[in-house]
């Protein structure tokens, strides 16, 4: 078919009969003779009007009387009852084109698919669902005055809002790389320095070791709760926060206390000791001496609930490294008889 584009913008009479404005140099009127000079002249005027074989231009109407036929294929009733059609076409030979650029064109690329091919290659596809796909191409929106949009409207039954994407001014090309998969639940998406982007975690500085509350009646020495810790830093901080209540009978000497070294690390209660029917709460902080990881120091703030406060400082030395393992228990080394122990803590670490 692209024949036919070809032919019918040179179109030569093949076996048709066609009228155009042509202007013959000779008129004759009713019974002149006429000469044979001058009919001469006037089919040589004839013939330099006409268009030949190799092109030319026609500035008139052309009327086709008879049949239109190319290649010995006769297209005039194709041409009453059909659009101009071409032929499939490929990515090096695109059905439409451009006169010395032929392979810079549109073809068809499979069926319902429309391909658009530059220098032989095709580098854009349009499919019957209207999806475009770009062939190892790069998509660019061009900038003038203000920055380019890159928009995506929101489904036609919402309205007419977008959700757009713009470039600031850059010092130099930022080409971001996505993650291979979707991230877990509450992630974020972080980028290395190098703008690869992968999904995270969210995390904390502070992370809840343990909370728990209980009631203890035992008359001898115990640990009503405890802690296993490892892999401290130098520089993580354990914050804990107590409440106790002698109820009836007294609570003798309520600690902090490290039950793999067998050493107190904080005295909780005035003189250690919580007489029946006080309440005491506070906070402490335990922190390891910089400069050695066995010397650890502790800051009680607290109080007696409708008395005084309670608050002290202490270093205390461990056999195990505060960055070992060990474990941190809520301790006291008995209850007089018929009372009980109420109590409860929660333990924080603050990494550093």
């Known amino acids: ?118 220098a032989g290659t095709e580098v854009v596809t349009i499919d019957a669902s209207g999806n475009v796909s770009l062939v190892g191409g790069n998509l660019t929106l061009t900038s003038g005055a203000s920055t380019s949009e890159f928009r995506i409207n929101e489904p036609s039954g919402g309205g007419t809002s977008y959700t757009g994407f713009d470039a600031p001014a850059l010092a130099g090309n930022v080409i971001y790389t996505l993650p291979t998969a979707d991230g877990a639940a509450s992630t974020y998406l972080q980028t290395d320095g190098s703008a690869a982007l992968t999904w995270a975690a969210v995390t904390s500085p502070v992370s809840l070791l343990v909370a728990d509350n209980g009631s203890n009646s035992t008359t001898s020495a115990t640990c009503v709760d405890t802690v296993s810790l490892s892999g401290l830093t130098a520089n993580d901080t354990l914050v804990v926060y107590y409440q106790s209540k002698a109820v009836t009978q007294a609570v003798t000497d309520v600690v902090l206390h490290n039950s793999t070294d067998t050493t107190d690390l904080a005295s909780l209660a005035q003189a250690s000791n919580i007489s029946g029917g006080d309440i005491i709460q506070g906070m402490v902080i335990i922190r390891q001496e910089q400069a050695a990881a066995t010397a650890i120091h502790s800051t009680v703030k607290g109080e007696k609930i409708g008395g005084a406060d309670m608050d002290r400082a202490a270093t205390d030395t461990f056999t195990t490294a505060w960055t070992g393992s060990w474990d941190l228990c809520y301790r006291h080394t008995g209850i007089t008889s018929g009372g009980s122990h109420e109590w409860s803590w929660s333990v924080f670490k603050f990494a550093g």
């Open 1 to 118: 078919m692209k024949k036919l584009l070809s032919a019918l913008t040179t179109l030569l009479l093949l076996g048709s009969s066609v009228s155009a404005q042509l202007t013959p140099t000779n008129t004759f009127s009713t019974n002149q003779v006429i000469l044979a000079a001058s009919m001469n002249e006037n089919f040589t005027d004839l013939g330099g009007d006409a268009l030949d074989r190799t092109g030319g231009t026609i500035t008139g109407n052309i009327a086709v009387d008879a049949n239109i036929t190319i290649d010995g294929v006769d297209i005039s009733d194709y041409l009453a009852t059909n659009v101009l059609a071409q032929d499939s076409g490929l990515a090096g030979d695109p059905s439409f084109s451009w006169v010395g650029d032929p392979d810079n064109g549109m073809f068809l690329s499979t069926t319902n698919a429309i391909g658009f091919a530059t």
